[in-house]
Every structure is written in C-alpha cells, then in structure tokens.
C-alpha cells in the first residue's frame, strides 16, 4: 500500500494517523508541495484534482481523505475505529462533515496567509501564472492569488477563526457527554479532527480551545497517543526536503 | 421515522430516494421554504444549520444528507445500497463527495439565479434583513443578498455550468464501464446523483449530457424505477402549499 502524502497536509495526516492506529504498514510516496509536485503529470495521473493524499492499494487508488478514512475501515477492519450503533456511525460522520465543511475551509485561507504567501510573492509574474495554469482545482488557485496579491485582513481572518470556534463550541458540548467526538471509542471522527488541532497549535491560535476544558482534555489525550508521534517522525524525516531553501 | 424535507430540495430527494428504494416507511413532516418554514425556532431546534433535509428516528436527529443516507445503509440492511467490495464502496463514496463538493455548490446558484432571484426582489429591505439575520449558514445569506442584488452574469452560469459538465463527463467514462456509478449494483453514489438530474431538467439543461449515451441511459433507468415516483407524489402533494401565491 502506498500512501501520497505531504507531512504537513493536514487532509493526509488524518490518513497517516489511522494508518498509525490500525497498526497497518504503507509505503511512504512525499510529495514536496513546495516544488509543486502535486501538479506534475505522474502524480496528476494518480489524483487529477492535484492534492495530497491518494492511497494506492491492491491496484485501486482512492481518493479524498474521508473516503480513504471509511476504506481503511472497510478493507482492515481490525482495530475498529468505526463504532457499532447506527447513531453513533451517523455522529462520526457528521463530525467527519464537519471537518471538511467547516474547519478546513476556515482553515486553509489562515494557512494561505501565514505560510504560503512569502513564497507566492517570490514566484515572478510568469512563475506564477505558470504553476495556476496547472492547479486544477479552482479554489486552490484562488487561495495562491489571493496570498500573492491582497492580503488578508485581519477582520476576513477573524471570521475564519470565529466559524472555527463554533465547531469547538459544539466539540465542547459533545465532550461534556462522551471521551471522544462519537461516544465512548476512538473513532474517524476524531482521527479526522486531530491534524487541524496540530495545525491550530502551529498557527499559533491555541487560545481557540484554553478555556473548553472537555476539548482541551481531548487534545491532550488524542497527542499522547502511540500513534500521533508517527505526524512528528514524518516531519523530522520529510521537512528538510520540503523547505529546500532552508 | 420522520423526514423534514421540502418536495424540492434537492438534498432531501437523495433521502427521499433512498427510502422509497428500500421500502421504508417515514412520516412526512414538510417544510415550506418559500414561508422560511426553515428558520422557525421550532425547526432550529432539530436543525441548526437551518436546512433541510433532518430525519429523526428512534430518538436520535440525524443531520446532512450524506450522513442520513449512509445511516440508512446501517439502520435497514435489507435491500443493501451500499456494495460489499472495499474499494466499490470508496467509488462509491467518491460519487457521493462529487455531488455534495461540486454538484451542490454549482447548481445552487444557477436554482438561485432562475427560482430565488423574483422572490428575494419581491421582499422589502427590512424583510430580507430580518431573514437574513436570522440564516445560520452564511452561504445561503450571501446567495440571497446575491439573488436580490447583482445578477448572476452569463459568464458566472457558465463557469458553474462547466464544472457540472466536467462531472457529466467523469460519470460517462465511469458508466462506460459498469451499469451503474460503484459497480453493477445500484448504490448510493446512484441515489444521490439523481436528484440533481431531476433539477437538472427543471432548469432547461439537459443538453448537458445529450451528447453522453451511457450518462443518458443511466438517467433514464434511474427515472424509471419505481422508486423515483416517490418524487413526482411529493411534488403533487406538497408544491401548491410551498407557493401560496401560486
């Protein structure tokens, strides 16, 4: 099995992580994002849509980050991160929505701003309208000549950040009730969630969280899991690459 | 089992669908969206994001279409939607994300443009305000202010138009191969195209796939089987009251 992945994509480490929690072995395939390997024809021929991840196995690729999440439960089912009841499924995959919905476009565009724009606004003209005339998915494109152009405000980043507090807020209530988002297992729905909680932290915005405590506690236990510390050995093995100019 | 729907959100035909194929029974509980039936208190309560569909069952609320429709898959087994194969049910999935990340977000404009835009021009400032105030997701709000405001130009429809087309013709290389979108077997993926179709047709569009011989037969299939009467009743049914004025 081999997984396309970029160490710090937080769509793929959600896969890395219930790989790492089902114990199950896979082939690392590191995209340098940076050099803008997503948009070169091999890789395009795997995922058209030019993102991280794709999940090749038993010759079939899968794509999107939720689905590969439900096939790793379908195609190794031991280790179940899947709970049993019809509610509890449904409220794993609402959270799962809620993920993808909500915080990842709420995320993304304060990512944009804070990590990928001094490197937008060093790509020349031509560079730049190269690398976009490639990009397949329009909204990423976007998100680079936004990042190259006007930047964001601070009111735009603040709406960002208030949609992603609501998310929390409800984390929060669900919390009170149960150790993990879906009752009382570890299931997708928190695998889903944890990468953008690594990203929070590195985008410096804990204080979305400091005073939910049933959401600080679910941090905190989610990161002291065996398997999360296979995010950190991925960024001492990939990031150096990653930031060639480093 | 109750489904809060309305006889034409798109959204809620997908449940609709799924339960008319599986036989299963559910009392109506329709939502008046040209009445903002949607943002009563009473319905905010159900469903905070302020849309329908909701399906309540067994005590539990079950909340966005996806979500309701693989619930169903676990709830009632028997006439299965949902393959048994690992990576037919990834294909699956796949088609579901497809419809709910381009699909959706494509056609809801144009739906605005053609059948909100006369009814949002038709309300006073002070009552699009007090609507608008009291709509949860910001999508909607912002398509409303859209449909009331600046017109959609011919080249924005035709940038949505495009990207459902791109979809179209992914579905023809797909049913090129296999009768229906996961497989052999009618799934899902199937259930929650169709309905899009179905609007698809209202809108005039049909020379969308009038040149994909396998996208038209699967259409055509699709809106022969008996379960896809289930829409047409609804519509008898529930379209006078859904316009007063009519």
New interface residues.
Partial sequence: MELYFNWNAVCALKVVLCLAEKGVDWTPRHIVLGKFEQLEPGYLAINPAGVVPALVH?G?V???S???L??LE??FPDFALRPAA??D??RM??WM?QVDDIVHPSVRPISFARFVAPRAKALSEAERAAMLSRTPKKEIADLWDRAAGAPFSDEEIGRYLTSIRKVLISMEEQLRGSRWLAGDMLSLGDIAMAPYFRRFEQLGVTSLWSELPAVSSWWQQMRARPAYAALDRLRLQYAPADHPAA
Wanted: aromatic share 10%; hydrophobic share 45%; glycine share 0%.
């Fill in positions: 038993d079939h899968i794509l999107e939720s689905v590969i439900e096939y379908d195609a019809a509610a499924r449904a995959r609402w929505r």
